[in-house]
């Protein structure tokens, strides 16, 4: 009688959790696939690393065991799949915490282990039966109540009492992470120059809604409502996010703006320089994140003649949207997601557009998207098969980057036949298409590059029916009334709009603190696949992102909601274990091979 899923997993373990236990690497290593890779988050390698193949898994085990103590490997829920390929959810403990994991073994074999740090152990949130009471059933004189003790609580930090830790950037990435750290009874201010919480989505170009389905986008502990949009305004994003920041009980500090900060070396502290409300402040935590966005600063490239253009330029972050600009022929340089908004919501409002693309494009149709690349993990048809919003995170992340083009190409594959009538009216109409270099579409893109693709949501119709105008090539200069193209093509101009993309996280860094420490740091995303905007070497993770960087105590965090969601579950836990004084020893810091 063949055995069972649950039979193959449960030997596998039992195996495995010995090998462990005894620290016998030789025993582990028998039990992976000559192809084999393990992504660990935080659990064994106090980092977000991946090891390929058996020599790197082993470099790994001979350098952590002793410290982690790894054991009670056991199954989660019943697994899946038959004796030639195998998958299950698995649960686990260290010395210091406790773990969930997913394993795929390939004829008994493990191909892929995603083991990852859950909680730590003594310092777990205070929730379910652990909540706290909230209120002492005795009454006593001059006890204050929960908002006095709030106010006051509030009024202190950052005055009177320091955080453990900074986070400099108010917007969803900085907001999900305070909330961890809240649970986690972690001191933090979060940082936020604008007047509310939300208002980095409020500020942008009023028809933006969210590319993304709100299965993939929802906040750590507090789901969107079930009658919540498929693709919500941005205005309706900026109000969740307010409320969250005062149902989470976060110290927000709005109007408030970092100007400096530097590592205090003697007392082994940030001084954090920060004016609120017109008023200087300096605050001393332990540990620095920055939560700055996805990306740097608006990138603006420099063409010849563009100090005397006429009428108005500026960066796609910029644009307002709305108004009438009826007559007026606008020139949207770029081709990605936010030129094709821009450009929809310009012709929307009356102008004559033309939009410049100056490289290939990856489009794909939303409801494609949705379908093919996300209904399996995000959906209400995953919900339904019973994959929660925390399954789905770990299933995608349980596809380490080497592999994961190969399970993406397929996907792509499906996607160009499907919508093949659509692709040739885009590529009639002069529309220069890509899937990516390996044609592994847009998910590979946005984590190799951040760029380079647009979602539909309509723009790309506006260009099939030359609603839209289109011109191919790069900028040979800018005229008075014009954008000249390299080929001699003049385009006539009342308005510019450079939708040109964004540089490394890191150039924020060169201003806040020092050139010397953004290039310390190195460059943020990408993983050095060597493709276009991601130069080698290989590195296996995302650069630089919710994990120790080269310089100590400082942080970055950020990317799109379903990754400020996941990954910041892995940030607050290497922060509390930092301030509760755990050993922490990071495997393998990951050296920065860029500069800004």
């Known amino acids: 009688m063949p055995e069972t899923p649950n039979g193959i997993v449960a030997g596998w373990l039992e195996q495995f959790d010995e090998a462990l236990r005894t620290k016998d690497t030789a025993a582990a290593l028998e039990l992976f696939d000559d192809e084999s890779y393990w992504r660990d988050f935080v659990s064994f390698t106090w980092n977000l690393k991946t090891m390929e193949g058996k020599d790197s898994i082993g470099r790994m085990l001979d350098a952590t065991l002793n410290d982690v103590g790894p054991h009670n490997w056991a199954l989660a829920e ?325 592999i994961l083009p190969d399970a993406q190409i397929p996907v792509y594959q499906e996607m160009a036949r499907r919508d093949a009538d659509f692709y040739s009216q885009l590529e009639s109409a002069g529309f220069d298409l890509d899937f990516g270099v390996d044609g592994s579409g847009l998910f590979l893109k946005y984590l190799r590059r951040g760029s380079g693709y647009y979602i539909d949501v309509g723009a790309s119709q506006l260009i099939i029916d030359g609603r839209v105008k289109l011109a191919n090539g790069q900028i040979g200069k800018i005229t008075g009334n014009a954008v000249v193209l390299d080929n001699g093509a003049e385009l006539e101009a009342d308005i510019i709009i450079y939708a040109t993309g964004y540089g490394s996280m890191n150039g924020w860094l060169a201003d806040l603190v020092s050139p010397e420490v953004a290039d310390a740091v190195g460059k943020c995303w990408g993983f050095g696949s060597d493709t276009p905007k991601d130069p080698g070497p290989w590195e296996g993770e995302l650069r630089n992102m919710w994990k120790p960087t080269n310089v100590e105590n400082l942080w970055i965090h950020g990317g799109n909601l379903h990754q400020s969601r996941h990954y910041s579950t892995y940030l607050a836990l290497q922060l509390k274990a930092r301030m509760e004084g755990l050993p922490t020893p990071v495997y393998e810091l990951q050296p920065s091979h860029h500069t800004r």
Request: charge should be neutral; aromatic fraction near 10%; charged fraction near 25%.
């Open 78 to 402: 019943d697994a899946t799949g038959d004796a030639s390929s195998t998958e299950a959810w698995v649960t686990f403990e260290t010395a210091q915490a406790r773990g969930y994991a997913h394993l795929r073994l390939r004829n008994g074999k493990c191909w892929t282990l995603l083991t990852t740090m859950q909680e730590l152990k003594g310092f777990e949130e205070k929730k379910g039966p652990n909540r706290e009471q909230g209120v002492a059933h005795r009454i006593e004189k001059g006890r204050k109540s929960w908002l006095e003790l709030k106010e006051e609580q509030a009024a202190k930090l950052g005055y009177e009492e320091q955080p453990y830790t900074v986070i400099i950037g108010g917007g969803q990435g900085g907001i999900g992470l305070g909330a961890r750290l809240r649970r986690l009874g972690v001191p933090t201010i979060i940082i936020e120059k604008n007047a509310r919480p939300g208002d980095s989505w409020r500020n942008r170009y009023k028809s933006l809604h969210l590319h993304d389905p709100v299965w993939y986008d929802h906040l750590p502990y507090m789901k969107f409502p079930d009658d919540w949009p498929v693709f919500a305004a941005k205005d309706k994003i900026g109000d969740w996010l307010e409320h969250y920041t005062r149902i989470m009980e976060l110290n927000y500090w709005s109007s408030t703006e970092c100007t400096n900060a530097r590592w205090d070396e003697g007392a082994r502290e940030w001084e954090v320089s920060v004016v609120r409300d017109g008023k200087p402040v300096t605050l001393r935590p332990k540990q620095l994140v920055f939560a700055l966005g996805v990306s740097g600063y608006p990138n603006v490239p420099k063409f010849d003649g563009a100090e005397t253009f006429l009428g108005e330029q500026y960066h796609s972050s910029k644009h307002p949207g709305g108004g009438d600009w009826t007559g007026k022929k606008a020139v949207v340089i770029g081709s990605n997601n936010s030129a094709h908004d821009i450009c929809a919501d310009l012709w929307e409002h009356g102008a004559d557009v033309t939009m410049v693309q100056r490289s290939s494009t990856h489009i794909a149709r939303s409801e494609s998207l949705m379908d093919l690349a996300l209904g399996d993990l995000y959906s209400e048809r995953a919900l339904a098969n019973g994959v929660t919003t925390e399954k789905a995170d770990l299933l995608f992340a349980s596809l380490p980057y080497r």
